[in-house]
């Protein structure tokens, strides 16, 4: 009887998994498949056609110095964008974790109420905003400086995707402060350390996950991009989806094209495996320095184990 259970509930939870398997596979790994074959097949260049010859040039075309570059370029705007992400949304998701009732409730919105707006028409925006005779740089006059030429530019890329991108990394911070007691921080007050020390050496390092986890969110939307860069860098700026699209939509070189979508989900699969290594890195050390351990709440009293 029990064994007839449990092939009942098997047979179940296949059922249910059914569809949404079937979906990712005709949505998913079939044209992945599909683009691996293309990407060793031989271009006829000028005719839009390639044949199915089998060879490694597009691949080792990819890192020429000219391709080189742009992934280098394409590395370089996406950790930017992450590092001011964490930069500027750390506070807000201290400010958030630290909220309660209405006050809450009102940063939440703020937050979310940005993601329920187009990309393109936030990107618009931030042309409008970050232009030569825009209210960033009239206000930089005021006080003497600029006009900076923020777009087209690496810069205004740069602070377009932080902007774009930046309330996964808060939301991601978020999630780890809100289950973390913060009584932890006055605890470490009362033992001699300064305000900056006792959330350096407590709360920081508890809230490495969030980080973690919101910095890798940030940099591969920000480097699988590609409709922030195209606009604010005004089609001068090239990055890996710009070529991608320049190959495969204008020049008709879909064996390129294929090669270079492969070649940047193979680094995004590197950063998620790197980022599992690390996050299982981080609860390790965490265990074994005693910060969750060395401090333990008892009956409204903290006990220090470890200094």
């Not at 920000?222 to 989806?241: E, K, N, Q, Y």
Request: charge should be positive; proline fraction near 4%.
């Amino acid at each position: 009887m029990k064994r007839l259970r449990l092939k009942k509930r098997e047979s179940s939870r296949m059922l249910l998994l059914g569809p949404g398997l079937i979906l990712i596979m005709f949505a998913f790994f079939i044209p992945m498949i599909l683009l691996f074959i293309i990407g060793f097949q031989t271009y006829v260049p000028g005719s839009g056609f390639y044949d199915k010859t089998f060879t490694l040039e597009n691949f080792v075309r990819l890192f020429d110095q000219y391709h080189l570059m742009i992934l280098f370029r394409t590395f370089k705007i996406a950790f930017l964008a992450s590092l001011l992400s964490l930069v500027f949304g750390y506070p807000v998701a201290m400010l958030l974790a630290q909220s309660r009732g209405k006050k809450k409730s009102l940063l939440l919105g703020l937050i979310l109420t940005p993601l329920l707006t187009n990309v393109v028409a936030r990107t618009l925006g931030l042309m409008i905003v970050f232009a030569t005779h825009g209210p960033v740089n009239t206000l930089l006059g005021f006080f003497g400086l600029g006009p900076f030429k923020f777009i087209p530019g690496e810069l205004g890329i740069i602070l377009g995707l932080t902007q774009v991108f930046i309330p996964y990394m808060i939301l991601s911070i978020n999630s780890v402060l809100e289950n973390l007691n913060f009584n932890l921080q006055n605890a470490a007050r009362d033992l001699g350390c300064s305000h900056f020390k006792a959330f350096w050496r407590v709360i920081f390092p508890l809230s490495m996950p969030g980080i973690v986890a919101g910095s890798l969110f940030v940099f591969l939307l920000s480097f699988s991009s590609f409709v922030t860069p195209r606009l604010l860098g005004g089609g001068s700026i090239m990055v890996m989806t710009m070529l991608i699209q320049q190959q495969a939509m204008q020049l008709l070189n879909w064996p390129f094209a294929a090669a270079a979508a492969i070649v940047l989900m193979v680094f995004s699969l590197i950063l998620v495996s790197t980022y599992n290594r690390l996050t299982a890195r981080i609860e390790r050390m965490n265990d074994r320095t005693g910060i969750y351990s060395s401090m333990k709440f008892d009956k409204g009293f903290y006990r220090i184990s470890r200094a």
